[in-house]
């Protein structure tokens, strides 16, 4: 079945850098586009960032364009979310999600808190 496992969450001070992954299981994943969604509290989910099949087009959150960067890698079935100059406001449970389906199961996410 399809799995999502997002990792390399944390505590970090503001202006920080963190990089989150998420190893993807259960389709072909070298054909799907992928994305980063966050969920603060009492917050609906939010889309971050998303990267085609290939890498080539990448789209962000107007609230994190210029300091988050998405990335894949093919051969391990993994994509990535460098986060820097982190501010408080990005604190949030983190998600990656196969784009353009509606039906997969969510993995558990990882948390980022940034605060002094």
């Known amino acids: 079945q399809v799995q999502f496992v997002e990792s390399g969450g944390g505590l970090v001070q503001p202006g920080g850098s963190l990089r989150l992954s998420c190893a993807a299981s259960g389709f072909a994943f070298i054909t799907a586009g992928m994305s980063w969604y966050r969920q603060a509290p009492g917050k609906e989910r939010e889309l971050v960032a998303t990267i085609s099949s290939a890498g080539g087009i990448r789209n962000y959150a107007n609230s994190v364009k210029g300091r988050f960067t998405i990335s894949r890698d093919n051969y391990k079935n993994e994509v990535y979310l460098q986060m820097n100059s982190l501010k408080p406001e990005d604190t949030a449970l983190y998600y990656c999600?196969?784009?353009?389906?509606?039906?997969?199961?969510w993995g558990q996410g990882t948390q980022v808190t940034v605060s002094s």
């Open positions: 999600y196969r784009l353009g389906v509606l039906s997969d199961t």
